[in-house]
């Protein structure tokens, strides 16, 4: 199934990346020749294979629950955009 | 004093170690040669200052007695590896001025070790490339030119600046990053040898993310003895990184050199792609060869799956690049576009501080990760992920390791591939598999084609038997005997 315009224009949204409405044909030319040499996927007899998720042959490692490391503030937010009295500076989430 | 910028890792360590030199003088030169490699664009960021502050405190660190393995020793690091204190950009303009505050563990472990940092190196956009050109600073110039030509070739990437300066002899060696194949690829385009190891071998900590099960640390080094020297004091088990391995580190150092008789070695069928240059066929042949004259048993394997890589990687990669980049939204650090409101903020931030590449593969992933599509796309690209991972499994049973060319072709040209992006990420058709598997994998330098440009083979290993490729890749240098260098042009 094919990409169009409003495909990109959804998936841009989610992505949260302002794509301009003059690039979307483009862009969705773009990712239909990408998906289309991807489909060939669907050749692959995967029944009862079980996803691969990890490259690790090993149990997630279980760690004590303790604080190893925090209490600098300015270390946190020497790299923020902007702060003010040693808070982040973000838009306004609620109305 | 520039012929200290000529010798190997293994060499520079000798003459430190019987005082031939210090490491500020050999530090010295090779600022020097940093300073006057502009054009090739290997480095983002020269750290000259601290490198000569680092290799005195080095030089008395000797004097005392208690040099550490790479005391010393000059070092370049891809711009990819948080330094504290320097500014670490993954090449996007989206993480600007980022100055981390604190130091990646791979980084960390080398100056632990001793050695000495020139700057940070260029790549690819978040590491996203075969060719160095998504970088925000502008691509690397490769110091190899085909004979009788001016034109600008690109030393492969992601990691093409680390490629680049060790071709170059700006540093003794590299930190580099693997995800498809961005250690390999660019080793095979510019003479060098580099390794990706083990998934787990390297902490991730503090190495800006592309695919998490995928991203693996490793060194591009002028030797196979230079790259174990290297891959020895980067790995080791981070317990900041779940996925890193609680193992010991061998001496990889001492499998260089080693017998290599009675070692089986696969030749898998499915690698012999339609169009491959006939020298690369024809290295491939040489490599067999050399082997086999060094007492190896030469096997015919298949890994059936093989063609099914790519695409499945093109899935996975992206999936989990999209997951990880969504971090940056211009709220903590970085970048920030200001909006109306705060998703406009998102947006409009995200939009000027991503590369074309880099919106790509995001949105491709944030596709095939959307409601509808994670089973048809997700689900099943992970499952041929598994397959691949069985061919190789299968395949270890009959042999003890895997030989293939490194990349389908030599250098090319800078935007040549530009235009078509299944056409640049089939750079990675020998090398992506490799990653899909967690399996350690090497490119050593074998032979030069038609136009005096280098070619790679690479040689593929079990999980955790990295030893085993550093006596082979060994026994194909020691074979080869690669001595050609790019002429100075920059």
Not at chain 1, 62 to 73: K, S
Not at chain 2, 202 to 219: E, H, K, N
């Amino acid at each position: 199934m094919a990409i169009d315009a409003a495909t990109v224009r959804k998936v841009a949204r989610l992505a949260r990346i302002a794509e301009p409405e003059e690039k979307l044909e483009q862009l969705a030319s773009e990712l239909n020749g990408i998906m289309t040499w991807i489909e060939q996927l669907s050749e692959v007899d995967t029944d009862g294979v079980e996803p691969m998720t990890s490259a690790v042959h090993m149990p997630a490692p279980m760690r004590e629950d303790v604080v190893t490391e925090g209490g600098d503030a300015s270390k946190v937010l020497s790299n923020a955009p902007k702060t003010v009295d040693g808070f982040f500076v973000v838009p306004k989430v609620v109305e | 004093m520039t012929s200290l910028t000529k010798l190997t890792l293994k060499a520079a360590l000798d003459g430190l170690a019987d005082k031939s030199f210090s490491s500020q003088e050999l530090t010295q030169a090779h600022v020097e040669a940093v300073a006057a490699a502009k054009p090739l664009n290997a480095f983002v960021l020269e750290t000259p200052e601290k490198a000569i502050e680092m290799a005195k405190a080095s030089d008395a660190r000797r004097a005392k007695g208690e040099a550490g393995a790479l005391d010393g020793a000059p070092l370049g690091i891809k711009d990819l590896f948080c330094t504290e204190g320097v500014r670490s950009t993954a090449c996007s303009n989206i993480l600007g001025n980022f100055i981390p505050t604190y130091e990646s563990t791979v980084t960390a472990n080398l100056w632990r070790d001793g050695a000495v940092m020139l700057g940070k190196l260029n790549l690819d956009e978040f590491a996203m490339g075969s060719s160095n050109e998504t970088s925000a600073f502008g691509p690397v110039i490769n110091p190899w030119r085909s004979e009788g030509s001016n034109a600008k070739l690109t030393p492969g990437g992601s990691s093409g600046g680390s490629a680049a300066s060790v071709a170059a002899d700006l540093c003794l060696g590299a930190t580099a990053t693997d995800t498809g194949g961005s250690i390999r690829q660019p080793a095979a385009f510019t003479g060098t040898v580099g390794i990706k190891p083990t998934y787990g071998r390297c902490s991730r900590w503090g190495v800006v993310a592309f695919a998490s099960s995928l991203d693996q640390a490793g060194p591009i080094a002028k030797t196979v003895e230079d790259a174990a020297i290297l891959l020895k004091s980067m790995s080791g088990h981070d317990a900041k990184d779940s996925t890193s391995l609680d193992i010991d580190v061998p001496d990889f150092p001492s499998f260089v050199g080693k017998s290599v008789k009675g070692l089986r070695v696969g030749i898998p069928k499915e690698y012999r792609v339609d169009g491959m240059p006939a020298e690369i066929e024809k290295l491939w042949e040489q490599g067999i060869a050399w082997l086999k004259d060094a007492g190896c048993e030469i096997v015919e394997v298949s890994l059936p799956h093989t063609k099914y890589a790519l695409p499945a990687y093109y899935i996975v990669a992206p999936a989990e690049a999209s997951s990880n980049l969504a971090r940056y939204d211009g709220m903590r650090f970085g970048l920030r576009e200001e909006g109306a409101n705060l998703t406009e903020t998102y947006e409009n931030t995200r939009a000027a501080g991503f590369g074309p590449e880099v919106k790509r593969r995001i949105l491709i992933g944030t596709y095939v990760l959307s409601a509808g599509y994670y089973d048809a796309y997700y689900l099943k690209a992970l499952k041929v992920r598994r397959r691949i991972a069985d061919d190789f499994d299968q395949a270890f049973e009959k042999v003890d390791a895997l030989l293939t060319p490194t990349a389908p072709s030599a250098a090319f040209g800078l935007g040549e591939n530009a235009d078509d992006p299944v056409a640049m990420y089939l750079n990675d058709i020998f090398t992506v598999t490799v990653n899909l598997a967690g399996l350690p994998g090497m490119s050593i330098p074998a032979g030069v084609d038609v136009n005096g440009l280098p070619l790679g083979l690479q040689l593929i290993g079990k999980a955790l038997d990295e030893g085993t490729l550093f006596s082979l890749g060994g026994a194909i240098e020691k074979a080869a005997d690669f001595k050609a260098k790019p002429a100075k042009w920059w």
